[in-house]
C-alpha cells in the first residue's frame, strides 16, 4: 500500500487549482459582504468563516483511516462540495437578513449570525479538508504539495484583483465556482486517467456543473443589500433608479438619479443658507459612502451654497491661485474651487472608475468639470503623488474623505489610513507656498474625537518640521456637523484672524481656536454643553498637553505611519465607565470598529480552543503519542508560532510596502502574491533537505536568515523607500517583489520541514497540527492588527521574530525520536 | 425591566385592552428612569408630564408591524419596514419635551414612519401636519392614525425638504430623520419665537440631536442635545 502510494503522483495542479480559488473566494466573500453589510463585521464573519481550515484538522483526526482508504472519491468530493457550498452559502447567508445593530436587543440576530458563520466556514472546510488530506496521504511530497498551495494561493490574489476589475462580485461568484469544477476537473483527470471510462462520465458531469452558475438568472445571484443602508433607503423613493453602476476591486460604485425627490447632499452647510443645491446624482460606493456629482450650468450663484460651508474657510482668508484637492469623489470641492475662480486646480483621486463618470460618462450634468482648462486630474494615491512631486501650492484640501482611503477600499477591511498620520502631514506641509494652508474638513463627533485627534497630529507635525510655536499656525471652526482645521506653514497674520472672524461669524461657525483667542468668542451659535473643542485645542497646545492626551476618555494619540490607526479612538480604561451607562444612553460612545476587532479575537480563541481540544479528548492514538513523547506540546508549540509568526510578518511588510506603492489594491495584491509564490519556493527547495533527513540544519538556516533580514528590512526599508520613491511604479513593483524574494523564501521552509519531520516522528499527528495552524492563521490576522493599533507594526514584526526563535527552540528540543 | 419581561413571554394575541394600559404604564416607568439616567447630558431629571401622559395614553401596539407588536412596549426602537424605524419611546418623549408644545400650537412633522409621533403631537397640539415619502408607510400611518380618531392630524406623501408652504408658518417642527444640513425652507416656515428638533449627520454616524430656536427677530441658535441615531431623511416635490 505505502509503496503504491509512493509511486502515485499527488494531484498537483488540482491542489494548486483549488487554492487559488479559494484565497480568489476568501477576498471575494469580504467584498461581497463589505456590499451587503458593513465592512467591519466582514471582516468579522469572513475571519471567523475561515476556521473551517481548522474544523477540518480535528474532523480529519478523527476520521482519519476511513478518509485515507476513499482518499481520491473523498479529494474529488470535497473539491465538488467546495464548488458547491462556495456559492449556495453565500446565497443562503444573505437569506438570513442578518441585522448587526439589531443584536444589541433582539437575540434571534445572535442565531443568524451564528448560523452565517457556519455557512460560510464549510466552503473553506471542503477546501482544507483536501489539501490537509493530501498532505497526510502524500507526506513524503510535503513540500511540493506545501509548494503548490502556496504557488495556487499566489496566484489567487492576482487573478481576484483581475476578476474584480473585469466583472461584478455576483459574476465573480459564478466565476469562483466554476474555477472551483475546474480544480475538481483537473482531480478526476489527475486520479482517475487511468479509468477512461470513469473519467468521462466525471468530466461531463462536472462540465455541467461548471456551466449552471452561468445559465441561472441572474436572481440567484443578486445580491441582498441590507435595507438599513443609504442605497437601499434611497431606493424607497418613489422614481429614484440606480442608472449605472461600476465595480473594481475599490468598491462597487452605483450612481443613482432621483427625479421626483432630488438629493441635496451638503454636509456642513451654514445654517444662514439660502439657497438650495442644485440637481445632483448620488454616488454610492459599495451601497454605503455617498458623494455627489452636482449638475454644473456654470452659473456662480447656483453654486453659491458651497461658499457657505466651513471647508470654504480656507477661501476667505486669503487669494489662492494654486489649489491641491485630495480625494476628488464627484467633484464638490472642485466646484467650490472654480466658484471662487482658482486658477489652477490639482485634483488626486484614486478610483479611476469615478474620476471617468465625472469627466466622461456624466460630463454634460458636470459641466466638463474634470476637462475644464484649469483642472488637471490625477489618478494616484495621494501620498504618493505628494511624495513624487515638488510643485507648491496656496491650499491643500481634504474633505470628508474617508470612502476612498485604503481604510474603506472594501477589498481589505482594516482601518488603517495613511492620509492622517503625522509623517503625512508634515509631507502635505512641505508643499505649501510661504504662508498657505492645509485644510482638513471631518465629520464633527461628540464627545470631540476626529477633530482633536487631527489637531494633535498638526501640532505634532509642525514641531517635526521645526515650528516651534505651532499654536500659531493653526485655526479651528466647527459648524453643525463638520470641523475645519486649518495649518499653515507659517504664523497665522491677524488679517486672516479678521477674514476669519467675519466668516464665522456670517456663517454662524463657532470658533474653536486660532492664535489669541478667548473662551468668551467661543460656543456662541451651535451651543455645547461646555466649549469643549476650545477646551481640548488649548489644553493639547499646553505644556500639560501629554497629561490631557493620557487623561482624556477617547485616544487622541495622533497616528502615526507605524500605527496608521487614525480612527482608533477607544481607550480600555474607560471601558468598565462605559459599560455603565448602557441604558444611559453611553452606547454611542463605543468605538465599533475596534471593539468588533476584539470580539473577534475572542470568539476566534474560543472555537480555537475548543477545535484543538477536541481531538485530543476524542482520540486516543494523540494522547497515546503525547503521552510517550510528549512530542504533541512541542508538535503545538511549534506550529502555532510558525503560523502566527507567518502573518505577522506578512500583514506587516504589506503594511510597508503600501507606503511605497502607494495604491492600496495594487501594493496588497503584488506584495500578498510575492510573498506566497516565494514561500512556495522556498517550500520546494526544502524537499532536498527532507530526503537527506538533514532536518535540524535547513530548519535552523532558515529560521536564522529569517530573523537577520526581517531585522534588516526593518531598519533599512524606511531610509532605501525614501530613496527610490520617485521611480516608475513598474519598477517599484519589481524592486518589491525582489526585496520579498529572499525573506519569503526561507519562510515557506519550516512548515514543510517540520510536517516532513512530524510524519516520521508520529504520523498520527499530521491532521491535528493541521488544525492547530489552521486556528493560529486565523488567530494571526486579527491579533496582528490588534497589536499594531497599539504598539505598531514595528513590534509585531518583533514579535514574529520571537516567534520564529522560540518554533527553533521547540524543533530543536522536541522534534526528537 | 418587569414590562420587557412580560413582554417577550407573553403571545401579543393574549393581550387584553388592560394588558396594554399596564404595559403602558411601564413604559413611562422606563422612560421616566432613562430620563434620570441621562439628566448629565439633556439638563433636567423629569420631562413635561403633559408629554409623558400622552406616552401613557397612545397605544404604540397600533402603530408597529404586527410581527413587532410583542415587543412595542419595550423602550427600544423597532423595524417597520422599508429599512425604517419606529424610534425609541424615550428619544420621542424626549423630543416632544424639548418641544415645548403649547395647546394652541400648530406642528410640522417630517417623517411620518409609523405614525407614532404624529400620534403624540396629536395629544399635546392644536393641528398636526405630518409628512412622509414611501406611499405604503403613508397608507399605513394614515390609517392607523384615522382609525385611533387622530383627526387633528393631517398627512400627506410629499418632499419633507420643502415643509408644508400652504399650512406654514408652524410654532415646532419636529424632523425624524436625519439630513446631510438643516433644510432652509424648514429654518423658513419656523415662526419667531418657535422650536425645531432635528437629528444631524451622516447616515450611519452616531447623530446629535438638535434644538434650534428662532427667536423673536428671527435669529437662529442651536443647542446639541445627546447622541442618537436616526434613519435618513426621505422627501419629495409636492
Not at chain 1, 466 to 482: F, K
Amino acid at each position: 500500500m505505502t509503496i503504491a502510494i509512493q509511486r502515485e503522483r499527488p494531484p498537483w495542479f488540482s491542489i494548486a487549482m483549488l487554492s487559488m480559488t479559494a484565497l480568489a473566494y476568501e477576498i471575494l466573500l469580504m467584498r461581497l459582504f463589505s456590499i451587503i453589510q458593513w465592512h467591519h463585521f466582514a471582516y468579522m464573519i469572513i475571519s471567523l468563516a475561515l476556521l473551517g481550515y481548522a474544523c477540518s484538522g480535528s474532523f480529519l483526526t478523527l476520521a482519519r483511516q476511513f478518509l485515507l482508504a476513499h482518499f481520491k472519491p473523498v479529494y474529488l468530493l470535497n473539491i465538488v462540495l467546495f464548488g458547491i457550498s462556495s456559492w449556495s452559502c453565500f446565497l443562503l447567508s444573505q437569506q438570513l437578513h442578518f441585522n448587526a445593530e439589531e443584536m444589541l436587543w433582539h437575540h434571534q440576530q445572535v442565531f443568524r449570525l451564528l448560523l452565517i458563520y457556519l455557512l460560510l466556514a464549510l466552503p473553506f472546510f471542503f477546501v482544507a479538508n483536501a489539501i490537509g488530506l493530501s498532505l497526510i496521504r502524500y507526506h513524503s511530497e510535503m513540500s511540493r504539495i506545501y509548494a503548490a498551495d502556496l504557488f495556487g494561493a499566489g496566484l489567487g490574489s492576482l487573478v481576484i484583483i483581475v476578476l474584480l476589475f473585469i466583472s461584478f462580485p455576483g459574476n465573480v461568484l459564478k466565476t469562483t465556482t466554476a474555477l472551483a469544477m475546474l480544480a475538481a476537473m483537473l482531480a478526476s483527470w489527475e486520479l482517475y486517467r487511468d479509468n477512461k471510462h470513469l473519467l468521462t462520465r466525471l468530466l461531463s458531469l462536472l462540465l455541467v456543473a461548471t456551466i449552471v452558475p452561468f445559465v441561472l438568472p441572474d436572481s440567484f445571484t443578486q445580491l441582498e443589500i441590507s435595507p438599513y443602508k443609504t442605497l437601499k433607503q434611497s431606493l424607497n423613493i418613489s422614481g429614484t433608479k440606480i442608472i449605472t453602476e461600476r465595480s473594481s476591486p475599490l468598491g462597487l460604485i452605483s450612481v443613482v438619479e432621483s427625479p421626483l425627490i432630488p438629493f441635496r447632499h451638503a454636509p456642513g452647510l451654514s445654517l444662514k443658507v439660502t439657497a438650495e443645491p442644485p440637481e445632483q446624482l448620488a454616488v454610492f460606493v459599495d451601497a454605503g459612502a455617498m458623494t455627489v456629482i452636482t449638475r454644473n450650468e456654470k452659473q456662480p450663484d447656483k453654486l453659491s451654497y458651497l461658499n457657505q460651508t466651513s471647508s470654504a474657510l480656507a477661501y476667505h482668508l486669503s487669494s489662492l491661485d494654486d489649489v491641491l484637492i485630495i480625494g476628488g469623489g464627484g467633484g464638490s470641492e472642485v466646484l467650490l474651487a472654480q466658484y471662487h475662480h482658482v486658477k489652477q486646480i490639482s485634483v488626486v483621486e484614486l478610483n479611476r472608475q469615478l474620476i471617468n463618470l465625472v469627466q466622461h460618462e456624466y460630463e454634460d450634468f458636470s459641466g466638463n468639470l474634470y476637462d475644464a482648462k484649469n483642472v488637471n486630474i490625477i489618478n494616484k494615491e495621494a501620498r504618493g503623488y505628494v511624495t513624487g512631486n515638488d510643485k507648491k501650492y496656496d491650499l491643500i484640501q481634504l474633505s470628508l474623505i474617508d470612502s476612498f482611503s485604503a481604510s474603506s477600499a472594501g477589498l481589505y477591511a482594516l482601518s488603517e489610513s495613511y492620509l492622517y498620520t503625522v509623517e503625512a502631514l508634515q509631507q502635505y506641509l512641505n508643499k505649501l507656498k510661504p504662508g498657505a494652508y492645509l485644510s482638513i474638513t471631518r465629520w464633527m463627533k461628540l464627545p470631540p474625537r476626529d477633530s482633536l485627534k487631527l489637531f494633535a497630529t498638526a501640532i505634532e507635525a509642525l514641531r517635526h518640521n521645526g515650528h516651534r510655536s505651532p499654536g500659531q499656525q493653526l485655526i479651528l471652526i466647527r459648524g453643525l456637523q463638520t470641523t475645519t482645521l486649518l495649518i499653515s506653514n507659517s504664523a497665522i497674520s491677524s488679517s486672516a484672524i479678521q477674514s476669519l472672524k467675519k466668516f464665522s461669524h456670517q456663517q454662524l461657525f463657532d470658533l474653536a481656536y486660532y492664535p489669541g483667542i478667548s473662551q468668551s468668542e467661543t460656543n456662541q451659535y451651535n451651543v455645547l454643553a461646555k466649549p469643549y473643542f476650545y477646551q481640548g485645542a488649548t489644553a493639547l497646545l499646553g505644556n500639560d498637553s501629554d497629561d490631557f492626551i493620557k487623561r482624556y476618555k477617547f485616544n487622541l494619540q495622533p497616528a502615526t505611519d507605524d500605527r496608521p490607526f487614525f480612527f482608533q479612538f477607544f481607550k480600555w480604561g474607560v471601558f468598565s465607565e462605559i459599560m455603565s451607562l448602557a441604558g444611559k444612553g453611553g452606547m454611542p460612545l463605543f468605538e465599533w470598529g475596534y471593539l468588533i476587532l476584539v470580539a473577534t479575537l475572542i470568539q476566534a480563541l474560543l472555537a480555537s480552543i475548543v477545535l484543538i481540544l477536541l481531538p485530543l479528548f476524542l482520540c486516543r492514538s494523540i494522547r497515546q503519542a503525547g503521552s510517550v513523547y510528549r512530542i504533541h506540546y512541542y508538535a503545538f508549540f511549534y506550529f502555532l508560532a510558525l503560523g502566527l509568526a507567518f502573518l505577522f510578518i506578512e500583514i506587516a511588510f504589506i503594511q510597508k510596502f503600501i507606503l511605497f506603492l502607494h495604491h492600496p489594491v495594487f501594493s496588497i495584491s503584488v506584495v500578498l502574491a510575492a510573498f506566497l509564490i516565494f514561500a512556495g519556493a522556498g517550500s520546494l527547495w526544502s524537499k532536498r533537505y527532507i530526503s537527506k533527513s538533514h532536518y535540524q540544519n535547513a530548519i535552523s538556516c532558515s529560521l536564522i536568515l529569517i530573523i537577520v533580514i526581517a531585522s534588516s528590512y526593518s531598519l533599512l526599508l524606511g531610509p532605501l523607500f525614501s530613496l527610490l520613491t520617485g521611480l516608475p511604479t513598474l519598477l517599484k513593483i519589481i524592486i518589491s517583489a525582489l526585496l520579498i524574494a529572499p525573506l519569503a523564501f526561507f519562510m515557506g521552509m519550516p512548515f514543510p520541514l517540520g510536517l516532513s519531520r512530524l510524519a516520521e516522528i508520529n504520523s498520527q499527528l499530521l491532521p491535528w497540527v493541521w488544525a492547530v495552524n489552521g486556528c493560529a492563521s486565523v488567530l494571526s490576522a486579527v491579533l496582528a492588527t490588534l497589536l499594531a493599533v497599539h504598539f505598531g507594526f514595528m513590534f509585531v514584526i518583533m514579535l514574529a521574530l520571537l516567534f520564529y526563535g522560540f518554533s527553533l527552540f521547540c524543533f530543536s528540543t522536541g522534534f526528537k525520536l | 425591566m418587569f414590562a420587557g419581561w412580560t413582554a417577550l413571554f407573553i403571545p401579543a394575541t393574549l393581550y387584553a385592552a388592560s394588558d396594554y394600559h399596564t404595559l403602558r404604564q411601564h413604559l413611562v416607568n422606563a422612560i421616566k428612569q432613562d430620563v434620570r439616567n441621562t439628566s448629565f447630558y439633556i439638563n433636567k431629571t423629569a420631562l413635561d408630564a403633559k408629554v409623558m401622559q400622552a406616552i401613557a395614553d397612545v397605544p404604540r401596539h397600533q402603530f408597529v408591524p404586527q410581527s413587532q407588536r410583542q415587543f412595542a412596549y419595550l423602550n427600544r426602537p423597532l423595524p417597520i419596514g422599508h429599512g425604517q424605524t419606529i424610534s425609541q419611546p424615550y428619544i420621542v418623549a424626549l423630543m416632544t419635551d424639548l418641544l415645548k408644545i403649547k395647546a394652541s400650537d400648530k406642528a410640522l412633522e417630517i417623517g411620518t414612519g409609523s405614525g407614532y409621533q404624529a400620534a403624540i403631537l396629536a395629544k399635546l397640539a392644536d393641528k398636526v401636519y405630518s409628512i412622509e415619502i414611501i406611499e405604503e408607510l403613508y397608507h399605513r400611518a394614515t390609517k392607523a392614525l384615522h382609525q385611533l380618531g387622530y383627526d387633528n392630524v393631517t398627512t400627506r406623501t410629499a418632499d419633507g425638504y420643502y415643509g408644508w408652504q400652504q399650512a406654514a408658518p408652524f410654532d415646532v417642527i419636529v424632523v425624524t430623520a436625519a439630513a446631510s444640513h438643516v433644510p432652509p425652507p424648514l429654518i423658513k416656515q419656523l415662526k419667531p419665537g418657535g422650536r425645531m428638533v432635528i437629528p444631524i449627520g451622516s447616515p450611519f454616524m452616531v447623530q446629535q440631536l438638535v434644538l434650534l430656536e428662532k427667536d423673536s427677530k428671527g435669529n437662529i441658535r442651536s443647542q446639541q442635545i445627546l447622541p442618537v441615531r436616526f434613519v435618513a431623511l426621505t422627501g419629495k416635490h409636492d
